[in-house]
C-alpha cells in the first residue's frame, strides 16, 4: 500500500516597499504551518531560510533583488570580543527568565517605549495589543519569551523558537534607556544554545547595505544560506557592518 505524502501548499504575496533598501520592493514566498507536523515542517524550511511569523513560515522572493541573506550564529565557536565581554558583565546582574508565550501589559508598555523612542515611524508602531498578543502566543511551535529583568522591572524580552538545531529569535525588543542591551539579549542566546548543545542561534535576514541589519555581522563565525547551501561568513563579507563596531545597532528594530 502507498503512503500519500502531504506537501504544504506555498503562496506569493503582492509586491511592496522594500523596508530595507530605498527604491526596491519585496515579495514573500510563504506556506501555513499547522498540524501534529508543524515543528517538523519549521525545522526543514528553516534550512532553506525560511522565518516564522506567528502560523506563517516565509522568506523573500522578491524578482529583481537578493540582498535578504539567511544568517546563523555558530554557537560552539563563539568568542565574544571585548565590547561584546564588557556588556556581559555590565549586564550579569539582570534576573533573566524564559516564560511561556503570553503576552502582558508589561511587555506591551516595554515595546510601546521602545518603538516610540527608537523606531517611531516604522511599521509596527501602530500596533495594539490585539496585534501584540497574536505575535506573542499565536504559534505552533516550540516558542518562549525569554524575559530581563532589573530590581523586578521588565528592561528587555525577546520572542524566541526553539529548532531542533537552535534557537531562533523571532524578535526582540528592550528599555532605549539601556545602552547595548540588545546586543546582550543576543549573547545571551548564543550562551544559552551553547549550554543546551544546539549549534545554532537563527538571527534572521542579513541585508548588506542596510543600516538596521549591520549589527548581525557582530556575531561571528557565522554562516550564511546561498545557492551552495550554508556557508561561513568571511572577514571581506563583513567588513562594512565591522566599520561601526562601536555603535549598539538596532536588534529588535525589525523582526529578526
Same mark, same amino acid.
Given at each position: 500500500m502507498s503512503?500519500?505524502?502531504k506537501f504544504p501548499?506555498?503562496?506569493?504575496?503582492?509586491p511592496s516597499p522594500c523596508p530595507y533598501l530605498p527604491g526596491q520592493t519585496e515579495r514573500k514566498l510563504f506556506t501555513e504551518l499547522h498540524g501534529a507536523g508543524a515543528a517538523e515542517l519549521h #525545522?526543514?524550511?528553516s534550512q532553506i531560510g525560511f522565518r516564522r511569523s506567528q502560523s506563517v513560515a516565509y522568506r523573500p522572493s522578491c524578482v529583481t533583488c537578493s540582498?535578504?541573506?539567511?544568517?546563523?550564529?555558530?554557537?560552539?565557536?563563539?568568542?565574544?570580543n571585548a565590547t561584546q565581554r564588557r556588556l556581559t558583565r555590565h549586564y550579569a546582574g539582570l534576573d533573566i527568565a524564559a516564560c511561556r508565550p503570553w503576552a502582558t501589559a508589561e511587555q506591551f508598555g516595554l515595546l510601546q517605549r521602545y518603538l516610540e523612542a527608537r523606531?517611531?515611524? %516604522? /511599521?509596527?508602531?501602530g500596533m495594539d495589543e490585539t496585534d501584540f498578543a497574536e505575535m506573542i502566543e499565536v504559534s505552533p511551535v516550540d516558542s518562549y519569551v525569554v524575559e530581563y529583568r532589573d530590581d523586578g522591572r521588565l528592561v528587555g524580552a525577546c520572542l524566541t523558537d526553539r529548532q531542533a538545531d537552535g534557537l531562533s529569535l523571532i524578535y526582540s525588543f528592550f528599555d532605549p534607556d539601556? #545602552? /547595548?542591551? %540588545?546586543?546582550?539579549?543576543?549573547?545571551?542566546?548564543i550562551a544559552r544554545a551553547a #549550554?543546551? /548543545?544546539l549549534p545554532h542561534v537563527y538571527l534572521g535576514y542579513w541585508v548588506q547595505g542596510a543600516k538596521a541589519m549591520e549589527y548581525k555581522a557582530r556575531f561571528r563565525p557565522m554562516e550564511r544560506l546561498g545557492p551552495a %547551501?550554508?556557508?561561513?561568513?568571511?572577514d571581506a563579507e563583513a567588513a562594512p557592518s565591522l566599520r561601526s563596531e562601536g555603535a549598539e545597532g538596532s536588534p529588535g528594530a525589525h523582526k529578526l
Open positions: 503512503v500519500q505524502t501548499r506555498f503562496f506569493v504575496t503582492t #525545522d526543514a524550511l540582498a535578504c541573506v539567511s544568517v546563523r550564529t555558530l554557537t560552539q565557536e563563539f568568542a565574544p523606531h517611531a515611524r %516604522g /511599521g509596527m508602531v539601556y #545602552d /547595548g542591551l %540588545g546586543t546582550f539579549i543576543i549573547l545571551n542566546h #549550554d543546551a /548543545g %547551501g550554508w556557508q561561513r561568513v568571511t
